[in-house]
């Protein structure tokens, strides 16, 4: 069941890639404001802020298939609308900015249960592996194959990404039909009615979980600095790309391409990474690795220089994903994972908006490359602040006991329909 999530999830990712370029590009065909371009990250990311709580809830009641596909279909529809607004001719930043946020809230139902998900369907001692195959998926459909295939049809016909965006989520529904249902461990509780009353509760008790655990408030705000970061370099890379390099459409998309070439290496290469450097050493050098990579690509010294630093980037943040992932699953109780997960979401993935918003600011009162060198600077800052916590003695225990865990739940638990 797990190939059958991993077919969907790459047919979804492949959509999202197409708009990973053809978003900026049309919103650029608009206006020219870095602040308002910023503002389309603000919009895909802002439902984290306000409905992740809600949504991870729901991950832990519901049906954990049926979850993902209403997230589908609202996608499905969000792009289809994009579709006909480009061809009717209907476009505008309002109307952008809210089909985005309408895939924003998607995502955050859909990331929820997927978190939730993984676990139940490998068994511990494949999570690592399971995790790296998603995260190169992801970078291979939504940075390497998506964004160059977006820039070369946005260049051909401005719809013609959205509709292909359109149908990789139709796809995403078909395969993720497959699934026969959602599934369930023997030592899992069965979800309490569905009340607004529980649901508060829900929630309340993933908020509790997460503030307790000092790993996971240090995981969070890692990839929260990091998100932000992103929101305010990469947000305005289009500028960055088209004013200061003089980059076209088409080599754009190949901008883009480059990160996740170094991506996709970084995701095959993770487990050998890992095994290599102990959790607290890799965490660090990963991070430092690219806040210089960030901060370098501000110097716009040449298109090879940019797409080297972003190939780098790429590869070291994959490494460092795919082990933050998994030693996350390992700290929270699978009960728990949707609550728990939505929670740390909101901090990592809602500081997207937070960023968005302080690059436009930045680049609009000290020019685009300021806010590369600012996002950075926030990375190598917080490295250095988590580390006390992210010690390769208390990671290495984590791995100890929940290999342990996993061993007994593999002997006394097995997974059921």
């Not at 930043?93 to 369907?121: N, Q, R």
């Not at 009615?193 to 649901?199: E, K, S």
């Not at 939505?342 to 968005?356: D, E």
Request: aromatic share 8%; net charge neutral.
């Amino acid at each position: 069941m797990f190939r059958k999530l991993w077919a969907a999830t790459a047919a979804a990712n492949l959509a999202d890639g197409v708009s990973l370029t053809a978003g900026p590009l049309l919103a650029a065909t608009i206006t020219r404001d870095p602040a308002l371009i910023a503002g389309i990250t603000v919009a895909q990311r802002a439902p984290w802020l306000v409905l992740a709580f809600v949504s991870g809830a729901l991950a832990d009641r519901l049906d954990r298939r049926r979850v993902a596909q209403s997230a589908n279909w609202i996608r499905c529809a969000a792009f289809a609308g994009l579709t006909a607004a480009v061809l009717g001719g209907a476009l505008s930043m309002p109307l952008l900015y809210v089909l985005l946020f309408a895939i924003g809230t998607a995502e955050t139902l859909y990331e929820s249960v997927s978190a939730a998900w993984v676990p139940m369907l490998v068994g511990p001692g494949e999570l690592t592996r399971a995790n790296s195959r998603l995260q190169t998926t992801f970078v291979v459909c939504n940075e390497f194959a998506g964004p160059p295939l977006g820039g070369f049809l946005f260049a051909a016909a401005a719809f013609a990404p959205f509709a292909l965006g359109t149908a990789g989520y139709l796809a995403a529904l078909g395969l993720l039909a497959l699934v026969p249902q959602a599934v369930r461990r023997e030592d899992e509780p069965a979800p309490a009615p569905l009340t607004v009353r529980g649901v508060a509760e829900d929630i309340a008790v993933g908020a509790r979980w997460y503030w307790s655990s000092p790993l996971l408030r240090a995981f969070s705000l890692m990839a929260a600095v990091g998100n932000a970061a992103a929101a305010a370099s990469y947000g305005l890379l289009v500028l960055l790309a088209q004013d200061e390099l003089g980059v076209s459409d088409q080599g754009y998309g190949v901008m883009l391409a480059a990160g996740a070439i170094g991506a996709v290496l970084g995701g095959m290469a993770a487990g050998p990474v890992g095994a290599r450097f102990a959790p607290g050493t890799l965490i660090l050098l990963t991070s430092l690795l690219s806040a210089a990579c960030t901060a370098g690509m501000g110097l716009a010294v040449s298109p090879a220089v940019t797409v080297a630093l972003m190939a780098l980037d790429g590869f070291v943040v994959l490494v460092l994903s795919v082990h933050v992932v998994t030693l996350r699953q390992q700290i929270v109780p699978q009960e728990l994972m949707g609550r728990v997960t939505s929670v740390y979401r909101v901090v990592a993935i809602g500081s997207f908006a937070v960023g968005g918003i302080a690059g436009g600011a930045v680049a609009g009162a000290f020019g685009v490359p300021a806010a590369f060198y600012a996002g950075g600077a926030a990375i190598a800052l917080v490295a250095f602040l988590v580390l006390p916590v992210l010690s390769n003695t208390r990671l290495s225990e984590l791995q100890r006991r929940a290999a342990a865990a996993g061993a007994e739940a593999e002997a006394g638990a097995a997974p059921v329909s």
